[in-house]
């Protein structure tokens, strides 16, 4: 029997993070957070200050890189040639940075046979922006989760302690990040024509996780 795959693609702070692992282990899969990668992608481009701008670089950039996933219990912890950089990737620069090179062709070819390749070996949930309509197309359950950006915001300003911003230019920062997935022309962010559409804004974690095992369960 081949491994069952489920989707969950959605805008930064719709909760995808915190429902997919909850998601995951009720249904007994592994958590794969596919956005890690390209933030590991844009921890190391600034930590080997590398201009991704130039395609020759770039090239030379990505052929260097050895970005993998090691299983850790239910978990999968993201190292960089060895070294665990999970605690690294989660500023707002890395992750407008992340957004900024996700849009680059030869950076999304290079980290989707990683992602295929782990959804061939077990049952997964799959966190994204493009996991259902690009890398899974095929996926057995697809779930496109959104809110209000306003409680988006809140949300990932509460999340990172502010990093010494203001919620105002958290929103402004995650509107922007919105626009630039959304319009990149490399699989932009978008739900699968078959996807489950769940708006989150005022759904608790518990009632999205629910709504999803319901759908799953009863398909």
Not at 9 to 22: E, I, Q
Request: proline share 4%; aromatic share 6%.
């Amino acid at each position: 029997m081949s491994p069952r795959i489920i989707t969950i693609d959605g805008p930064a702070g719709a909760g995808k993070t915190t429902v997919s692992k909850a998601l995951a282990a009720d249904l007994g899969c592994v958590y794969v957070d596919t956005g890690a990668l390209y933030r590991g992608v844009a921890y190391e481009i600034q930590n080997q200050n590398a201009d991704w701008e130039k395609d020759e670089i770039l090239a030379e950039f990505l052929t260097g890189l050895d970005l993998n996933f090691i299983l850790d219990g239910p978990d999968l912890t993201l190292v960089s040639s060895g070294k665990d950089i999970t605690p690294f990737i989660r500023t707002s620069e890395i992750s407008m940075l992340a957004s900024a090179v996700s849009a680059r062709p030869e950076v999304r070819a290079t980290l989707l046979d990683l992602q295929r390749r782990i959804g061939m070996n077990q049952d997964a949930v799959f966190e994204g922006r493009d996991m259902g309509t690009v890398v899974f197309p095929d996926a057995d359950f697809k779930f496109f989760l959104s809110a209000d950006i306003s409680v988006r915001a809140r949300r990932r300003f509460d999340e990172t302690g502010d990093q010494g911003k203001d919620f105002q230019t958290v929103q402004a920062e995650m509107s922007r990040r919105d626009h630039d997935d959304t319009h990149r022309k490399e699989a932009p962010l978008k739900p699968a024509p078959d996807a489950v559409r769940i708006d989150s804004t005022h759904l608790s974690i518990l009632e999205v996780v629910a709504r999803m095992k319901s759908y799953i369960q009863n398909s």
